[in-house]
């Protein structure tokens, strides 16, 4: 009996990381042509026919515009630089934000790796949901790797709000 709770006990364990990283990935509701889960943090929608949401959309090509240099195509990581697409998944988003926003240097014995912080990149910051929701997408399986085929119309709102940020 001892050994059939311990087991229950270590299965259970090993679920609840895929629990939460599926509460992170579930949509809750959508305002404006964008989706987010029950704790208000911005993720993808993906429709039956792979129809994308454009913050998705929006999402892969400024990736692929600002970071991909490093972090290589796709988000799928490169000889000196980490798979984003992993780590929007495994990351806290405020975590995500702040580490694009202020960069992150960690060095040690085993490793030494430097992001610049990217907070007066408007062409970053004024897309960061958007980035994050495709290496969600991404990472989670969601969407495959290269440029979405299809994507849902851009709202005036989001218009609005990238004109506005760009100035």
Known sequence: MNHS???LASILALCLP?????????????EDGRYYTE???????????GTVDWMTFSGFRRYHAECHVCHGPDGEGSTYAP???NSALEMDYYDFV?????????????????????GDNPNVM???????????AHGSGAIPRGRPPKKEAKSDVIRE???ACMG
């Open 39 to 49: 704790d208000d943090i911005p993720t993808f929608n993906v429709a039956e026919d």
């Open 161 to 163: 709000d990238e004109d």
């Open 126 to 136: 004024c897309f960061l949901d958007d980035i994050y929701v495709y290496l969600k």
């Open 83 to 85: 798979a984003l697409k």
């Open 98 to 118: 702040d580490i694009v926003t202020n960069g992150r240097q960690v060095v040690n014995a085993a490793e030494n790796s430097v992001m610049p912080g990217f």
């Open 5 to 7: 709770v311990r087991l």
């Open 18 to 30: 895929v629990a939460a990283i599926a509460d992170n990935l579930a949509v809750a509701y959508s």
